[in-house]
């Protein structure tokens, strides 16, 4: 596709639950980011994979937040035993390369009852 | 910790009326970002600014970045309510490609 894509667009789930998000990041694109964005937080920046590994994972909140990524292209944002905090805009980011312009995608919006 | 403040957090104005948001911090970086978000959407870029001093005219928008690269601003000249929207600062430092944000401005322009 032309740009960066994420599904789902929505998730409701409830507490202690998995949830598996997904980012498709423009095609070529060699950087993919995570940023999560939630009411009083602004957005905050969790991992980001040059190919498929991880230089910077500095902004997981904690050890039930993974990411990976495959081939160089889709990336997956897992979340085990979820809680209400969890709440908020997943969005990712894709870039041609590190430190290169970052192309958002619409974000998926989960939502932890 | 690399902070980015970001002012106002909420602006509310008449069409035709001008407006500026700041972006301040004490680190340096080595580029920074504007981004405009819709509701609903993910931040879309206005402008990149990568130079000490550095002066981007984007139609009735001027950004510009502080000489020490520390800071940034954002001037909207008669307003429209087009322009409503969240507007984002986000600096990029020099490991990987992380982008720190600002806290956001939302603004709302009223006919």
């Known amino acids: 596709g032309a740009g960066v894509s994420q599904s789902p667009s929505n998730k409701v789930t409830e507490k202690g639950k998995d949830v598996e998000l997904r980012c498709d990041p423009i095609?070529?694109?060699?950087?993919l980011y995570w940023y999560r964005q939630s009411l009083g937080q602004g957005l905050e920046f969790l991992i980001y994979?040059?190919?498929?590994?991880?230089?910077?994972k500095s902004g997981l909140p904690s050890d039930r937040f993974s990411a990976e990524r495959t081939g160089g292209s889709v990336s997956t944002l897992t979340i085990q035993r979820t809680q209400q905090e969890d709440s908020a805009v997943y969005l990712c980011?894709?870039?041609?390369?590190?430190?290169?312009?970052?192309?958002f995608g619409p974000g998926t919006r989960l939502l932890v009852l | 910790t690399q902070l980015l403040e970001q002012s106002p957090q909420f602006l509310s104005i008449q069409e035709g009326e001008n407006l500026t948001v700041y972006c301040n911090s004490s680190?340096?970086?080595?580029?920074l970002q504007w981004y405009r978000q819709e509701p609903g959407e993910g931040p879309v870029l206005l402008v990149t600014?990568?130079?000490?001093?550095e002066v981007k005219k984007l139609k009735r928008l001027t950004f510009q970045f502080g000489d020490a690269r520390k800071d940034s601003s954002l001037h909207i000249t008669a307003a429209q309510p087009g322009d409503t929207g969240l507007y984002l600062c986000?600096?990029?430092?020099?490991?990987?490609?992380?982008?720190?944000f600002g806290q956001g401005t939302e603004l709302s322009v009223k006919p």
């Open positions: 095609s070529g694109h060699t950087a």
């Open positions: 680190s340096v970086f080595s580029s």
């Open positions: 980011a894709s870039s041609a390369s590190v430190q290169e312009t970052q192309y």
């Open positions: 986000a600096g990029a430092i020099n490991q990987g490609g992380k982008l720190i």
């Open positions: 600014v990568v130079t000490g001093g």
């Open positions: 994979f040059q190919g498929n590994s991880a230089p910077d």
